[in-house]
């Protein structure tokens, strides 16, 4: 599955976004508590534009999460609405920027716009590629039984099944393995 890079990288730190939210890794807590959180995910997925970095803007950030973490619990179709609902609420107005080293990419907001704003208008934009792809079954839930994380797989064969966020696969298979071992010897 091949997405622009800009299209990866926003549904990339959607998701990580999302993993933000209190219990989704295994201690439960808010990802995304302090300023110093939100830097640390803008240093991950770096923005342009005005920040402020402070308690309101991470209060606003925050706040984005749950609409996004929306978009994994619905269907393709149903996505098309919120999808919309947040082009509409950040008031897009895509255009191609050039900046950094990045090639040309859309920006559908403008630069002075709330960074909250920004981020969940790009979001949309990219979760716009995805459901013009049809490629809706890469937005998927973590299928470990003792984890909340969504993710998008990129994978070439779409046979990702587990996130990266708390070592999920190698759990499973150890669990898997030690069940196995147990029956072979009852």
């Known amino acids: ?67 996004l973490r929306q978009l994994w619990d619905v269907e393709r179709d149903d996505a098309v609405p919120l999808v919309n609902t947040m082009l509409r609420d950040g008031e897009a107005l895509p255009q191609l920027v050039i900046h950094d080293d990045y090639d040309w990419h859309i920006h559908a907001t403008d630069s002075e716009a709330d960074l909250s704003m920004r981020i969940l208008v790009e979001a949309a934009m990219a979760f716009v590629d995805v459901i013009r792809a049809d490629a809706w079954d890469r937005v998927r839930r973590c299928e470990a039984d003792d984890c909340g994380a969504v993710y998008v797989d990129f994978s070439k064969n779409g046979s990702k099944r587990y996130c990266d966020t708390g070592n999920c696969g190698n759990r499973m298979n150890v669990i898997a393995y030690r069940k196995r071992k147990s029956e072979e010897t009852a």
């Not at 990339?12 to 999302?18: E, F, W, Y």
């Not at 830097?39 to 209060?59: C, H, I, K, N, S």
């Open 1 to 67: 599955m091949v997405f622009g890079r800009d299209t990866e990288l926003s549904l990339r730190a959607a998701a990580s976004l999302v993993n933000t939210l209190p219990g989704i890794d295994f201690d439960g807590a808010d990802g995304m508590a302090s300023p110093a959180d939100l830097q640390a995910w803008l240093q991950e997925f770096p923005y342009t534009g005005r920040m402020r970095r402070d308690d309101a803007e991470v209060a606003a950030v925050r706040e984005i999460r749950v609409r």
